[in-house]
């Protein structure tokens, strides 16, 4: 059982935005603004899309944005493309005991 | 840009080590942190540990009593060293590098390794 809690799968037509939840508790995502994003595509390994909740690396679409709310980081993708089809992983800091947590994983299908 | 390329055996005998290395090259290894991350087959990801090139290190608490990870004394590669395997140790390794701790902005290609006798 993964400590960040995704939904397994959603689905949407291109063109149209979807959100993806990742909840945590006051102790990771609620506590810290360290939530990163992980875009993985079949075969391959996964790539950093968001980190520090919403801040985008250097040649990442502006259609991806992140967000937090208490304990529940968000990823946003707008502008839905068949290339954006793919499984998304959040992550957090959970202290120095802890370290990192990952969430269990999206799948996301583009219809 | 910074390239990482992971490499040791595929096939690891249960109770023995596991050890693979993470070459990194077009870049200094100097002010990063780096790290091991894998992921079973068919299954989500799991933060194995990192160090800094400090050589400061920080493990999975679960995993704690069995890693190493470290850096050699060249500074062009670093290792992972996970010892008494089970078949629940089965997964790609990915080799990471953060600027920051808290993320992973490049990985390696990945490399599979399964426990077996």
Redesign the interface.
Known sequence: Q?ALTQPASVSASPGQSITISCTGTNSDVGK?N?V?W?QQQPG?????II??VNMR?SGVSSRFSGSKSGSTASLTISGLQAEDEADF?C?S?AG??????????TKLTVL | QVQLQESGPGLVKPSETLSLTCTVSGGSIDNYYWGWIRQPPGKGLEWIGYIYYSESTNYNPSLKSRVTISLDTSKTHFSLNLNSVTAADTAVYYCTKGDSFAYFDSWGQGTLVTVSS
């Open positions: 993964s810290y360290l990163s992980y391959k390994a996964p790539k950093l980190y520090e690396p992983y992550c800091y120095s005991r802890t370290s990192m947590v990952f969430g269990g994983g």
